[in-house]
C-alpha cells in the first residue's frame, strides 16, 4: 500500500509483462510515457501542473514495485522447478508450491486489476481519481494470505513440532490464537480501506474521534452497510476498534500463556507478538496524530505485516502433532 501513500500506483498506464521491465531512457521515451499519463482523470483533476522530473517520481516508484512484484515471482518459480526436478518435493508438497506459485500469478494480475479501477473516468463523480478500496483490500488480502500461507509452510518444515499434552487448557490456548491470529489479519486487511479511502486524515485526534466517542457522521451513508466499505468516518473508527480489539486479544493470550508450562520457543513468541502489538499501536496512535506523514504510515503498514509474522509464529508453536 506504500505506492497509494506516495500516489504513485496510477502513474504507469499500461501492463506488459516484458516490454516494461525496463523504464524510459531518452528524453523523447520519458515525453512519450508523460503524455499517456496525461490522458487519464489522475492528472487532469489533481497533478494538471505536474512538471516531467515530478512525474519521473512517481513513475519510478510504481516501476520499482512491479519489478519487485516480478523478482518475487522468479523467487517462487524457480526453486520450485529446481527443487521438483531434483525431487525433493512429496506429493504434499508439490500441492503446496503449486498452489503459492498460482498464487503469485493471480496476485499479479489482480494488482493491474486494482491499478485500472483508478484509470476509469468517472464523469459523474466529484472525488479525486483513486483505486477501487474493494480492489485495493483484494489485493492487499491475497498478498497477506500468500505471505501467511509461506511463512507457514517454512515454519512448519523447519521447527520441530513441541509435543504439548492434549490437555483442556492447551486447546483452550491453541483455539485463542487462532482466533487471535484471524483478528490480527483482519485489522491489517482493514487497513486497506483507511489507505484507500485517506481515512487516516479525517480525525486526526486519539481516543476521541473529534470531541465525540462516537462521531455524528458514523452512518452517515445509505444504506447502512454502505459505511462500512465507503464513509472515511466509518472505515477510520472500525480500524481503530480492531486494532483495540487486537491489543486486547494479544494481551489475554499473554496472560492466559502465562498460567501454564510451555516450551520456550513458544513462550518467546507469545512474548513477540505482545511487543508488537502495543509497538504497532503506539505507530497507528502517532501516524494520526501527526497527520499521516508518508515515512510513519509506511512504518505502521510494515508494523501489520510483523504482526501477523509473530501471530503465525505462534500457530506454528502451538501446532498439534500430527498422528
Not at 506488459?16 to 531512457?25: A, S
Not at 477510520?236 to 476498534?241: E, G, L, T, V
Not at 513462550?267 to 504497532?280: F, G, R
Request: glycine letters at 6%; charged letters at 20%; a positive charge.
Amino acid at each position: 500500500m506504500t505506492r497509494t501513500l506516495t500516489e504513485s500506483g496510477l502513474s504507469m498506464v499500461d501492463w506488459h509483462l516484458v516490454k516494461e521491465m525496463k523504464p524510459p531512457r531518452t528524453q523523447a521515451e520519458w515525453e512519450a510515457e508523460f503524455s499517456k499519463y496525461q490522458q487519464f482523470p489522475e492528472f487532469k483533476i489533481m497533478n494538471h501542473d505536474m512538471t516531467l522530473t515530478e512525474f519521473k517520481f512517481i513513475f519510478y516508484m510504481e516501476w520499482g514495485h512491479r519489478m519487485w512484484g516480478r523478482l518475487v515471482g522468479l523467487a517462487y518459480i524457480l526453486p520450485t522447478m529446481y527443487f521438483w526436478k531434483k525431487g525433493y518435493f512429496n506429493r504434499s508438497m508439490k500441492a503446496r508450491v503449486l498452489g503459492l506459485c498460482g498464487f503469485v500469478f493471480f496476485q499479479g494480475l489482480l494488482g493491474w486489476y486494482m491499478v485500472k479501477s483508478g484509470l476509469e473516468e468517472k464523469p459523474d463523480s466529484y472525488d479525486v481519481p483513486r483505486v477501487s478500496q474493494y480492489r485495493l483490500a483484494s489485493h492487499l488480502g491475497s498478498a497477506l494470505l500468500l505471505y501467511c500461507g509461506s511463512l507457514w509452510t517454512g515454519l512448519t518444515l523447519m521447527l520441530p513440532v513441541n509435543r504439548l499434552p492434549d490437555t483442556r487448557r492447551i486447546m483452550q490456548l491453541r483455539r485463542f490464537a487462532k482466533a487471535t491470529g484471524a483478528l490480527v489479519f483482519l485489522t491489517a486487511l482493514s487497513g486497506a480501506f483507511v489507505a484507500g479511502l485517506d481515512a487516516g486524515l479525517v480525525y486526526n485526534s486519539f481516543p476521541k474521534m473529534g470531541e465525540y466517542w462516537i462521531p455524528d457522521d458514523l452512518l452517515a451513508f445509505s444504506p447502512t452497510i454502505k459505511n462500512i466499505f465507503e464513509n472515511p468516518t466509518t472505515v477510520q473508527f472500525d480500524h481503530r476498534i480492531l486494532g483495540i480489539g487486537s491489543l486486547a486479544a494479544i494481551t489475554s493470550l499473554f496472560l492466559f500463556s502465562r498460567r501454564m508450562q510451555l516450551p520456550r520457543r513458544a513462550k518467546l513468541a507469545i512474548s513477540c507478538l505482545t511487543a508488537m502489538a502495543y509497538t504497532q499501536v503506539v505507530l497507528g496512535i502517532s501516524t494520526l496524530l501527526l497527520y499521516v506523514p508518508t515515512s510513519m504510515a509506511a512504518t505502521h503498514q510494515s508494523g501489520s505485516v510483523a504482526l501477523l509474522t509473530f501471530a503465525i509464529w505462534v500457530l506454528a508453536e502451538l501446532r498439534k502433532v500430527a498422528k
